[in-house]
């Protein structure tokens, strides 16, 4: 699946937030088994103009444990793979909402990224962090989870970053666009379950 580049003028958002995460995986230990080279990093258009709703959704490109294949109602598939420029698969799809991402504070924007980069595996097989009982993608407290992202954001903000990497997101989507005239980045396509041949 190629990706969708631009080369127009104006704030490259995909690239400023995955400077963002690339930072964080460097400076918050629990971050520091991501290689943010093999995460694709997008953008959507949310459909509607609102706060509430999905700011950002990480989209795991292997099954459990790393598996390329998973048995479905009796049938094999396999996740369509996304590839970057020079060929090699990325693990995971990062896809963040716009305007609605851009539209909150600063500590609810950090603690976005951080909650979507603490979905990811361990192991960083291509798979989801799993955790204990019914609920393996938030575990038994969403709450809790959410309480991890906001330290983790924390954590990464008292590492004293860089304020330029993150002054962007000082801007809701209404003021970025009036700083900079355009707003874009690289779009992908949902990645699709497909049937896959068994061996």
Same mark, same amino acid.
């Given at each position: 699946?190629?990706?969708?580049?631009?080369? &127009?003028?104006?704030?490259?958002?995909?690239?400023?937030?995955?400077?963002?995460?690339?930072?964080?995986?460097?400076?918050?230990?629990?971050?520091?088994?991501?290689?943010? !080279?093999?995460?694709?990093?997008?953008?959507?258009?949310? &459909?509607?103009?609102?706060?509430?709703?999905? !700011?950002?959704?990480?989209?795991?490109?292997?099954?459990?444990?790393?598996? &390329?294949?998973?048995?479905?109602?009796?049938?094999?598939?396999?996740?369509?793979?996304?590839?970057?420029?020079?060929?090699?698969?990325?693990?995971?799809?990062? !896809?963040?909402?716009?305007?609605?991402?851009?539209?909150?504070?600063?500590?609810?924007?950090?603690?976005?990224?951080?909650?979507?980069?603490?979905?990811?595996?361990?192991?960083?097989?291509?798979?989801?962090?799993?955790?204990?009982?019914?609920?393996?993608?938030?575990?038994?407290? !969403?709450?809790?989870?959410?309480?991890?992202?906001?330290?983790?954001?924390?954590?990464?903000?008292?590492?004293?970053?860089?304020?330029?990497?993150?002054?962007?997101?000082?801007?809701?989507?209404?003021?970025?666009?009036?700083?900079?005239?355009?707003?874009?980045?690289?779009?992908?396509?949902?990645?699709?379950?497909?049937?896959?041949?068994?061996?």
């Amino acid at each position: 699946m190629p990706r969708k580049r631009s080369d &127009r003028s104006g704030f490259h958002f995909t690239s400023a937030i995955r400077a963002i995460c690339d930072d964080m995986t460097r400076r918050v230990p629990l971050l520091s088994h991501i290689d943010m !080279q093999r995460v694709a990093v997008g953008f959507c258009q949310a &459909r509607k103009r609102v706060p509430h709703g999905l !700011q950002a959704s990480l989209t795991p490109l292997r099954f459990e444990g790393g598996a &390329r294949t998973k048995v479905t109602r009796g049938r094999l598939y396999t996740c369509e793979t996304i590839l970057d420029a020079s060929g090699r698969e990325y693990l995971y799809l990062l !896809q963040f909402y716009l305007p609605r991402f851009l539209d909150h504070s600063l500590g609810e924007k950090l603690t976005t990224v951080v909650h979507e980069l603490w979905h990811i595996s361990e192991e960083f097989d291509g798979d989801l962090r799993r955790h204990d009982g019914r609920c393996y993608v938030h575990g038994p407290s !969403q709450r809790e989870f959410d309480r991890t992202a906001a330290r983790l954001a924390g954590e990464w903000l008292a590492s004293d970053p860089p304020s330029e990497l993150y002054a962007f997101l000082r801007y809701n989507f209404k003021e970025l666009l009036s700083q900079y005239g355009q707003v874009f980045g690289e779009r992908y396509p949902a990645p699709k379950l497909i049937p896959a041949k068994s061996a």
